[in-house]
């Protein structure tokens, strides 16, 4: 076992019996290290002394802080550290009525994709479930307050994790007590994944990141758009939103004069036809590597006013935490 922490309450009751504990020590331990913040079994003092120094060994699975910068914003971004030394990010964005954390799902990114600083930085690992989960519970822990909302927007991309994911999404909603509904995964959509998600029936909400209104654009913009094209993936979509019942969102960035031109969202609107969705345009967040553009107010409010004549719910997301080289397509494992 790698760590404890992503382990439901029976799984953790079965875990004490075998180390010849009763069973009620299960449900004390998932208390200690899902609300207590438990991050060795050391700390648990309800558990017998013999057999908590007997157990030091055993990992709760709890990454260390290594760097945090706040923005103006309140916008926190935080370095992780985790076990095998690798650095991962994860930022809490508080408002008055929620607190939101945007997680990492692997280290690195290997898609590549041209505007986003992750994939510029090459890919290392997969993250295992208990990272996913401890990513929240140090946020939480560090705010003094309860997360209420998660997405997956964070390094890497969560559909070429997705048994983790899947680990971790049960986990967070069951043992930290975060609302199905209040998490989000962000996909840039990997052939078959989607449905594959559709057929676990969840209540979390899926955005895939779409960024452009034609195939020769996306090929541009994504390289995996090369080997999955623009109409399977939309035909995977329609699929999902059929076996779910539930809105899709499209996640679309605007880089001035590549995809925020009038035709692009009368393309993009053609895109969206029949479909039960909602389409979020992400201004662009400058990153070193490259010299996309953000466009103009102006510009964004045209775009949005093209997609509100054809009747698309459409809005604007603002990326915070700016400052802090935290807002979406920034995370990269560097001190800024
Ligand atoms: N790999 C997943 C999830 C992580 S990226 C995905 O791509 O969906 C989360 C979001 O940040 C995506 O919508 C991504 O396109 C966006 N993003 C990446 N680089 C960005 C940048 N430079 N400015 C603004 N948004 C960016
Ligand atoms: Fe990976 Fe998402 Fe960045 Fe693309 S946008 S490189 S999929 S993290």
Redesign the pocket.
């Known amino acids: 076992m790698v760590a404890l922490l992503g382990l439901s309450q029976p799984e953790l009751k079965e875990w004490v019996q075998q180390q010849g504990q009763p069973a009620y020590r299960g449900q004390q331990l998932h208390q200690w290290i899902y609300q207590k913040g438990a991050r060795s079994l050391g700390d648990i003092t309800v558990f017998p002394k013999q057999w908590r120094e007997s157990m030091a060994e055993v990992a709760i699975g709890r990454s260390s802080i290594y760097y945090r910068s706040q923005a103006g914003d309140e916008t926190v971004k935080y370095l992780l550290k985790l076990a095998d030394n690798q650095i991962i990010e994860a930022v809490g964005i508080p408002t008055e009525k929620r607190l939101t954390v ?1 997680v ?2 692997q280290v690195g ?1 290997p ?1 590549g ?1 041209d ?5 510029k930085g090459g890919f290392k690992r997969n993250l295992a479930a208990h990272e996913i989960v401890d990513q929240v519970l140090t946020v939480q822990e560090d705010f003094g307050r309860r997360v209420s909302n998660v ?9 070429l994790n997705t048994e983790n994911v899947l680990v971790a999404l049960r986990s967070l909603n069951e043992d930290v007590g975060i609302g199905q509904r209040n998490m989000t ?5 990997i052939r078959h994944r989607i449905l594959e998600l559709a057929e676990h029936k969840l209540q979390v909400t899926l ?3 779409l ?1 452009a209104s034609n195939q020769v654009l996306r090929e541009k913009l ?1 390289p995996s758009a090369l080997r999955y094209p623009l109409d399977e993936l939309m035909a995977e979509c329609r699929e999902y939103v059929k076996i779910t019942g539930r809105r899709l969102t499209f ?3 605007l880089l001035a004069g590549v995809n925020d031109l009038p035709e692009h969202a009368e393309e993009l609107a053609e895109l969206m036809r029949g479909f039960q969705c909602h389409v ?1 345009l ?6 070193n590597e490259v010299d ?1 553009q ?1 466009p103009s107010k102006d510009r964004i409010y045209q775009f949005v006013k093209v997609l509100e004549e054809y009747n698309v719910a459409v809005s604007v997301r603002y ?1 915070r935490g700016l400052e802090a080289d935290a ?5 990269r494992a560097m001190k800024s």
């Open positions: 945007c990492s799902s990114c898609m994709c505007f986003c600083a992750t994939g997405v997956f927007m964070g390094m890497g991309e969560p559909l995964v962000s996909t840039v959509g955005a895939v990141s960024h994504i996640e679309y960035i979020n992400i201004p662009y967040n400058p990153i996309y953000r990326s807002a979406c397509g920034q995370l």
